[in-house]
């Protein structure tokens, strides 16, 4: 699959994932922001329902062809990467 055929965003669950591109479109990803959450161990993780809105996303394009994978990365911010 050809990463310029991306949609410019998603809306998963009521969470809208924004296309992202850097570097040159290297570095392509759908990014979406929630509250800040933190575990029993005081480490940030994203809120229950967008993580569950990113495994979503993760899997409707895998099944379009890309390889991808969702990650989430501190301040509430969550990331389903193409590869």
Known sequence: MNKSELDESW???????E????SNGNDVFY????????DDYHDQ???PSLW???????GMLFKE????EATHSEKGWVEVVIN
């Open 65 to 68: 062809g890309y390889k991808v």
């Open 11 to 17: 809306m998963v669950d009521g969470w809208d994932f």
């Open 19 to 22: 296309l992202i591109s850097q």
């Open 45 to 47: 993780m994203p809120e």
């Open 52 to 58: 569950k809105a990113a495994i979503k996303l993760e």
């Open 31 to 38: 990014q979406c922001r929630g509250e800040i959450m933190y």
